[in-house]
């Protein structure tokens, strides 16, 4: 819960290896100069690595991070994560991606790309999904960015316009990108309304979070990052505004 980006990465399938990863490290390039706090290497996984069992993954690192994220990613797109044991496809690139780190109170953004797996089309695929995704070299994350207005609506305002710079330059590199901004600045540009957004979800995640605080009492605890906000005890009993929803961009 919280004001978040979803985001979607496309390029055809049928893209060089050698472009897929040239696109990607001209994204990584650009993030290194807006900066975030952190923003890693890019990772690169063949078949192989990439079907290797949860238990060999290190939990809480980059690479463990994108190993569950290519697994869902692989799950959404073709509906099955399947070993890649083919002695012509293991040792093949098989996923990239980099992480963002804007700063204190935001996630991370994962930016990366899963090279087409399937040779036919997956079935019992559910009907809101693009239904051609499993061709493309595609990639989908989200990165709730609300929570680094508890450091300030300045600090707020970069690490949120950070992630839509991101997304601005996959454009420019030659992705497709499709974008669902809660705070409705990826299709307005309008630093006012996302505020109004964030103020917003701010009033809302914390009337709850302290309703919830006091249904429980003090023998339990409750954990959020709403509580941190300096302004917390007034956020509480603000009145919760009403909204105008802004709609997805597909470019």
């Known amino acids: ?3 978040t980006i979803h985001y979607e990465l496309r390029l055809p399938g049928n893209t060089a290896d050698a472009t897929a990863v040239h ?46 994220g290519t697994d869902v990613i692989r799950t959404f797109r073709d509906g099955v994560v399947n070993v890649i044991d083919d002695i012509d496809d293991k040792y ?26 399937l040779t036919e089309p997956p079935e019992n695929l559910e009907d ?4 051609d995704d499993w061709k493309h070299w595609y990639w989908q994350s989200f990165c709730k960015t609300q929570y680094a207005s508890t450091v300030s609506e300045e600090h707020f305002l970069f690490c949120h316009r950070t992630v839509i ?6 454009r420019r590199i030659g992705f497709e990108v499709t974008v669902h901004d809660e705070g409705q600045y990826w299709e307005t540009r309008d630093a006012e309304l996302l505020l109004s957004e964030v103020r917003r ?5 914390a009337r709850f979070a302290g309703a919830l605080h006091d249904a429980i009492g003090s023998e339990h605890s409750v954990e959020a990052e709403i509580f941190s906000h300096p302004e917390f005890e007034h956020l509480e009993m603000e009145p919760v505004e009403e909204r105008t929803d802004g709609n997805s961009s597909n470019v």
């Not at 093949?92 to 991370?108: D, K, Q, T």
Request: aromatic share 12%; net charge negative.
């Open 1 to 3: 819960m919280g004001l």
């Open 23 to 68: 696109h990607l490290q001209r994204l990584h390039d650009y993030a290194v100069t807006l900066g975030s706090k952190v923003v890693c290497p890019v990772f690169f996984f063949n078949g192989a690595q990439l079907s290797l069992p949860d238990g060999e993954w290190k939990p809480g690192t980059v690479a463990w991070l994108f190993h569950v």
């Open 92 to 117: 093949l690139l098989a996923a990239a991606g980099f992480l963002v780190y804007p700063g204190e109170g935001s996630e991370s953004a994962t930016f990366g790309l899963v090279r087409p797996l």
């Open 128 to 131: 809101h999904r693009n239904t």
């Open 165 to 170: 710079s991101l997304l601005d330059e996959a």
């Open 201 to 205: 979800s701010n009033v809302l995640i």
